[in-house]
């Protein structure tokens, strides 16, 4: 195999940006320090920061006028990368230049960029990013906070009406902040025109909360201790009318608002979309977590022995047991996939947000599939990090060997920046609205044919008929099941028919909801929304076996290639798997088939297990990334150590002898 | 439904001592600091101990003649209920008493108990349990510590010969520890009669390390960051021959070997085997963390609002959605499965230990079963607090919500006291060996028989005749194919038949196994380690659907037994529908009745949706013992609260009209 290529491959189009970043995480003033309290984990990440900020590591995205790189994707690739340093220090600079410094570039214009963007970029000006409130944090059109336009004296008055709407989880509220984009419903001339961004002073330079400002801690948090999340309340806090960040709508001196957006839930929508680059990044650091995690226990469980083997005086090498194979190879096949999906996201979000590709309908495609992928990387992340801790045992459960404290800090990945149920919802519902598509346009009778059509190609597939015609061929063939399951044009049917069918399902079961009453609707919608997540998933995952598969084509060296396709094979074939009941009974599968699945993703495991360290060598994380101490080759050296004493021993003729050996003889004789 | 009647068959046999636990676990200066450093944190912990060894709180498991309690039964059920005081006092007590007490009692004799057991009692000697090395955690028979019988002095020297052979992961081994058991190989006259326990004195009253120990701090760790884990070694370290704990094997003053037990493999695995408890007090306190999160997400669940409903002006309630629904019914019918099978289990151990039912059989079963049971309960409870913490959304990431630093300190009871997956290879192991007992004495030709009996009716079930059976029966009949599933004897059918098949079919691929060559053979059987591994899984979750059902027998109020039989089938088909491929291509379900198992669980859960608070009412925690803050009633208070405001900001006439509704209007138009 080619490990360089593959590794430059799995880089991707802002590689040397990776690599630059990943120098800086590989420096040491920039670690995590696990012994610390998190007090002073708080003050160590803003002093990390601040070296971030000395260096310009952070202003890729910012506009070249102000200081910037005006290069959105490789600020994102860069980031993606600090993770391997300590989560903190990358969720604290993704709250100070990702969300405070995004939003003043996204949703402000020149004036405020020229005023306040400089002392982001230098950390000058720490701010906190006020958007989630205690009582609405997925529901972001509904949130409590006011901010009232009051013409006399042309400023807004921020304010809390309730304890339901303090702000909340914001990292830099606790501390460092000294300034905050708040999001309230902005109310002008007696009119509610829906939430919109304020730039609101929170603290004096010496760190003293400005008057009708309060702040609590959030305290200790189940990971990522270094950055000090906290509440924040606004008391009839007035700022000039200025700070509103008024790209998608503005109030003039006299009170008038006005929007090139007409309709006030787009321009809602267009706002939040600017914010999708915390989605991209999070499906790109939770897979580069997961990457560190599997390449640590892969290392360790190539050295690791345990139980004698066949082999007189030898263990067995933990990677040879069939388990060991079967819990992280599947892992390591969805991460590889993971990566090829997160740069063709990253590509998408690059030519959006540099402008090159923003169209409306680009952008609509680049959220739903920001909120299709985050969902898959981050929860993924939170599993493999699990398997490979309890996958090294004791070991796996000390911080010196990384994997536990990044699973406490990736844990909240599964819920900020969109909720991953809610954005799997999401794209559901779009699914939903692309095939309610095909039939605009059609009369009753054309839509009707159609629909008759699906439920007619539904029974059809349901009745076995399909599935029997499988079985009469296969008979005692699985040699032609198995070449069956490794075509990839069957893999594509059978995960892409999933989708459609379960759409079209839904769809077919919702089809009258708009007839209904109200609350009616919600209900029948309701009895579906556990299927609509699950195609939802379906589709993330349809998504990610293509940009594996489209990777393939990439690959020069064949050998590569051949291990890589069957890398490829085992991630469609797990999938297969996990969905196989669904196959089944549907009758897409026929049940001797469906009986080789796991056998066929047993073979496979097997065969890629003498490649199993190429392929996390390909990751291309080194020592100063990784930073786990059984994942030295300690582990080897003590077990070369323990076998040597052995060996000292025997030839010694000094070796006492084994009860237990001679108890075994006696008794067969 | 009668929560308190409920609540009492949840506690069981031993309810008066779990309840009295409960009341320590209530007090706040037994209590969890989490923003105290782990140095800080640890000292703290040994403090905590002395509070409950001065109340005499953890004698129970003691001899009488010493001052203990003699009810063994009793004993688990109190540590059990710890957990929610700090999983670290849990686990140091478990260390303490759990561990080095009862090495002392089970494997010494009366002459050790006299002499350690008060100190133990009182804490006045702490101690480490040393048995894991670094190199040797599951495959203890291997460890490399010796413990050479020295005749000249009538002493044993304890020595670790190499790197890898240091004790690892001790609590009470960094620092408080002042003696240690001792697991190594025990040499006398040449002879290596393989693992025995020594008790070996580590440190002086002011806590100096004895002449020839080294000992290591492990550090931070994952969790339980209270406990002092640490590594010990020893150069040659010299003990009285008296400290050897002499039960199950003693040597002589002149050296002399001599033990009850003859066969040197079962002599080891009868002393391990003394040391069950661990694994059964891990099931009980698995189980009451996951009940825990249960409670107080459940709590939130029913109190928090997202997005709007079909009322005008209210939100809806999070466990309204069917999605909240699903995900967190299910665990809540786990829970209550793993309570009642944990009461077998308790039974089972007490009986044993006790005395009064303390057979070789009966030994034999309890192992395997708590062999079977603590990797349900201990990874079930890891899923149960993930999805707890993600379904309290940002607030479940607060310390303040328990819920993640519980998952944190649980993380590890996955892979302490036997690694799931190995103890679950020694259940399936078991199946393999009950199994082919059922061919002893038969002859050839009667065995042949037998097995193609089996071989036949597999290929009948697989053939799908049963199934095109089925089909035919329900065609367009659902309510038919419900009432089947909703039949204990079809659940029970399923499952079990499920655990027979998957054993004779892995028996019938291994049958030749013993005429292969050694490498060969352990070949062959690592080709069927995954499988054998689920069909333990398969086994364990039999037998939590059968304490399940036993105890919907001892339930009298009608209403509390019909929600209770929901909820037994709740569980039942929650395994039918995780396995359902398997039930599928193997026959046992057809199609129809398949595609309707996933949609009897969604209608099962709605139905016992109104049920769900009093579901984890009955689990018995208060406040004291909870200690969320979202789970006191806070998030009600705060919604009451906005609702209010809003209704007297909509009654006063000066609420700002919106402009997103005025817009729809206009669009309607």
Chains 1, 2 share one sequence.
């Not at 030519?351 to 959220?367: C, Y």
Request: contains cysteine.
């Amino acid at each position: 195999m080619e490990v360089a290529e593959l590794g430059e491959q799995l880089l991707g189009a802002w590689g040397e940006y990776r690599k630059r970043s990943r120098k800086n995480a590989s420096r040491p003033e920039l670690h995590r320090d696990d012994t610390l309290p998190y007090t002073e984990h708080r003050e160590r990440i803003l002093e990390q920061l601040h070296l971030l900020a000395e260096e310009g590591a952070t202003n890729l995205a910012f506009p070249k006028r102000v200081g910037g790189g005006d290069n959105p994707g490789a600020n994102i690739a860069a980031f993606e990368e600090l993770v391997l340093a300590d989560p903190s220090l990358q969720i604290k600079a993704g709250v100070q230049w990702g969300l405070f410094g995004s939003a003043i570039t996204q949703l402000g214009t020149e004036e405020h960029h020229d005023k306040w963007l400089p002392d982001v970029m230098s950390l000058k000006l720490p701010g906190a990013f006020a958007m989630t409130e205690q009582t609405h944090g997925s529901d972001v059109a509904s949130i409590g906070t006011t901010a009232t336009y009051d013409g006399d004296t042309q400023e807004w008055v921020i304010n809390t009406p309730f304890r339901g709407a303090w702000k909340d989880y914001l990292g830099n509220a606790a501390l460092h902040g000294k300034a905050a984009v708040v999001f309230a419903q902005l109310i002008t001339q007696g009119m509610n025109h829906g939430v919109h961004a304020f730039f609101v002073p929170i603290r004096t330079d010496d760190g003293e909360l400005l008057p009708g400002v309060q702040s609590e801690d959030d305290g200790v948090k189940g990971g990522l201790n270094g950055v000090d999340n906290g509440r924040l309340a606004f008391d009839y806090v007035r700022i000039p009318r200025t700070n509103l960040l008024n790209r998608y709508g503005d109030v003039a001196e006299d009170g008038a608002y006005s929007s090139p957006i007409e309709n006030p839930a787009r321009r809602f929508f267009t706002m939040l979309g600017t914010l999708v680059q915390g989605r991209v990044s999070l499906d790109g650091a939770s897979t580069n977590a997961a990457k560190a995690a599997l390449a640590i226990a892969v290392r360790y469980g190539n050295e690791r022995r345990q139980f004698n083997s066949a082999t007189p005086g030898e263990e067995t090498v933990l990677l040879d047991y069939q388990l060991h194979q079967r819990r992280l190879l599947p892992h390591i096949a969805t991460v590889y996939a993971q990566s090829f999906a997160h740069e063709t996201l990253l590509k998408q979000f690059h030519g959006v947000f540099s402008g090159e590709l923003d169209t409306p309908e680009n952008r609509e495609d680049l959220e739903t599939l920001a909120a299709a992928l985050k969902p898959m990387s981050t929860w993924k992340a939170l599993d493999v990090l699990q398997e490979c801790r309890e996958a090294c045992g004791g070991a796996g459960f000390l911080a010196e060997n990384r994997i536990p404290l990044l699973r406490h800090d990736l844990d909240v990945y599964a819920t900020f920046e969109g909720d991953n149920h809610i954005l799997l919802q999401l794209v559901g519902k779009r699914l939903l609205a692309d095939y309610a598509k095909q039939f605009k346009g059609l009369d009753q009778r054309q839509m009707a044919g159609k629909i008759a059509g699906q439920v007619a190609s539904r029974i059809y597939s349901g009745s076995g008929l399909r599935r029997v015609g499988q079985t009469i061929i296969d008979f005692g063939q699985p040699a032609r099941s198995v070449g069956w399951l490794r075509n990839p044009a069957t893999q594509h049917e059978l995960l892409s028919g999933r989708v459609e069918t379960m759409i079209a399902d839904i769809a077919g079961a919702l089809r009258n909801a708009s007839k209904l009453p109200k609350a009616e609707a919600a209900a029948l919608f309701n009895e579906h929304q556990h299927e609509l997540i699950e195609a939802a998933r379906a589709h993330a995952e349809l998504l990610q076996w293509e940009a594996f598969s489209d990777a393939l084509e990439d690959i020069r060296d064949i050998p590569t290639k051949r291990v890589l396709t069957w890398l490829r094979d085992l991630f469609g074939l797990s999938l297969i798997e996990q969905h196989l009941a669904w196959y089944l009974y549907t009758g897409r599968i026929s049940p001797q088939r469906g009986a080789l699945v796991g056998k066929y993703v047993n073979r496979l495991v097997a065969r890629l297990r003498t490649h199993v360290q190429d392929l996390v060598d390909a990751f291309g994380y080194d020592d100063p990334l990784l930073r786990a101490k059984i994942a030295t080759g300690a582990e080897a050296e003590r077990q070369a150590e323990s076998r040597e004493y052995y060996r000292v021993l025997r030839e010694s003729g000094e070796a006492p002898r084994s009860e237990h050996e001679e108890f075994k003889k006696r008794r067969k004789r």
